[in-house]
């Protein structure tokens, strides 16, 4: 079971919402993991989403929250309003992320958490004498923190050995000697003024077990990826959290899963999938505000200026300029021959797939635009078309592979934008 309890969409100028992802059945011992308190550390935030996406909890029960900061991750920086993870001690009520941080809080203090993980990267390898600029006490890559050695009366509160074991299990999968991990503890309640004000350890002062595993900001991001989630399984069989795997946990296979084919619905009638760098004349509703719809939670949607952006987690995909239209709700649906064979009903907003051609079915009141097929504005529906009859620099996607089609209701005026599909055709 995977349930989304909080959907984030992003436009320019509205405050964002951090995504709860539930995986698992509820029960009474919840691992609650985190990524994304700080925006400029990717290895977190991907690996929470990798975890989100990529896992099925067989036994058990795990939260996920990818995206705690989503401004600061678009922006790339460590908190466009402050650090996110200096404020679980005094927020002011001014302060522009109060809300998301007081959220933050009741979800860690709800009964069921018994363990809260945050991922992190860190500077260079952290070792406990100085060696060189990159390997010293005063770096924070790959290492296990914990914030004293043990927490009385609470569920995995022997946070010294749970951590100790954890180190061991990353050392046994290092894919370079120099990564080795060590266990870093703050000791915050002694005088550490600044983890005081950290998220694990208002977790701590709360009764709840909190572990930090950060890796190392050298390391390329699926080198952190792969790093976090060994962490992370071994929490949960620590927890007795029972999982399988749908990627292979190598840097390889970590790789490939980050590399996955984004989808991205705006305003539920124009579709993304996998597009290149950038995109014109996109059409867009003139008035309402801009929505998107996406199961990944580090996809995100901004205006620059004149032309939007889609992001996903610090990259942006895409950027796209817009062309305004009045919407229509004409139809929802329209009728495809592919390949020479039957005709089939494709919701708008879907991609179908193709090995040689296709033809719109005509349809009364409707027009077809064929992106990149012809340069007038006439109906192209009843055209049997082939990848070598439409141009290849209007592709959607880096190949070259997937084109779209508009659909129109025919007016007096401006036509109305009714949807699109896109055709992928195969290799």
């Given at each position: 079971m995977i349930i989304f309890l909080t959907i984030f969409i992003f436009v320019s100028g509205a405050?964002?919402?951090?995504?709860?992802?539930?995986?698992?059945?509820?029960?009474?011992?919840?691992?609650?993991?985190?990524?994304?308190?700080?925006?400029?550390?990717?290895?977190?935030?991907?690996?929470?989403?990798?975890?989100?996406?990529?896992?099925?909890?067989?036994?058990g029960s795990l939260y996920v929250v990818p995206n705690l900061n989503m401004p600061s991750i678009i922006k790339r920086s460590r908190g466009v309003n402050g650090d996110?993870?200096?404020?679980f001690d005094i927020i002011s009520d001014k302060d522009p992320e109060k809300d998301i941080v007081e959220q933050i809080k009741t979800l860690v203090l709800e009964p069921n958490i018994t363990m809260l993980v945050n991922l992190h990267d860190g500077s260079g390898f952290y070792r406990p004498k100085y060696i060189n600029p990159t390997m010293n006490p005063n770096r924070w890559g790959n290492i296990v923190i914990i914030d004293q050695i043990a927490l009385d009366g609470a569920i995995y509160g022997d946070l010294e050995k749970n951590a100790n074991k954890v180190v061991e299990r990353l050392n046994d999968k290092l894919l370079n000697p120099i990564h080795k991990y060590h266990l870093r503890n703050t000791r915050t309640a002694e005088g550490d003024k600044e983890m005081l004000k950290s998220l694990s350890?208002?977790?701590?002062?709360?009764?709840?077990?909190?572990?930090?595993?950060?890796?190392?900001?050298t390391l390329p991001i699926h080198e952190r990826v792969y790093y976090h989630l060994n962490a992370v399984e071994e929490y949960l069989k620590l927890a007795g959290i029972e999982?399988?795997?749908?990627?292979?946990?190598?840097?390889?296979?970590?790789?490939?899963?980050?590399?996955?084919?984004?989808?991205?619905?705006?305003?539920?009638?124009?579709?993304?999938?996998?597009?290149?760098a950038r995109l014109g004349y996109i059409p867009l509703p003139s008035s309402d505000e801009l929505k998107i719809d996406c199961d990944n939670a580090l996809v995100a949607l901004s205006k620059n200026q004149n032309e939007y952006n889609i992001h996903y987690g610090n990259t942006i995909v895409t950027r796209f300029t817009?062309?305004?239209f009045e919407y229509s709700n004409l139809v929802d649906e329209i009728s495809v021959k592919i390949d020479d064979d039957e005709v089939k009903s494709v919701k708008l907003g879907q991609k179908i797939v193709v090995n040689s051609s296709f033809m719109i079915i005509p349809k009364d009141k409707i027009r077809?635009?064929?992106?990149?097929?012809?340069?007038?504005?006439?109906?192209?529906?009843?055209?049997?078309?082939?990848?070598?009859?439409?141009?290849?620099?209007?592709?959607?996607?880096?190949?070259?592979?997937?084109?779209?089609?508009?659909?129109?209701?025919?007016?007096?005026?401006?036509?109305?934008?009714?949807?699109?599909?896109?055709?992928?055709?195969?290799?």
């Open positions: 405050y964002a919402k951090f995504t709860l992802i539930k995986l698992g059945v509820d029960d009474n011992n919840t691992v609650l993991v985190t990524g994304g308190i700080q925006g400029d550390e990717p290895g977190g935030f991907m690996s929470a989403n990798l975890l989100a996406r990529g896992y099925e909890i067989t036994s996110m993870n200096r404020k350890y208002f977790a701590i002062k709360n009764g709840k077990a909190a572990y930090a595993n950060e890796a190392s900001k999982f399988k795997r749908k990627f292979e946990l190598t840097p390889q296979g970590v790789k490939r899963a980050l590399d996955e084919d984004l989808s991205v619905l705006v305003c539920g009638k124009f579709l993304f999938y996998s597009p290149k817009p062309e305004y077809a635009n064929i992106i990149g097929y012809g340069t007038t504005i006439v109906d192209e529906s009843g055209i049997k078309i082939t990848k070598d009859m439409i141009k290849s620099r209007f592709s959607m996607d880096k190949k070259g592979q997937i084109y779209r089609v508009e659909f129109y209701e025919i007016s007096d005026k401006k036509d109305k934008f009714i949807g699109m599909i896109l055709v992928e055709f195969a290799k």
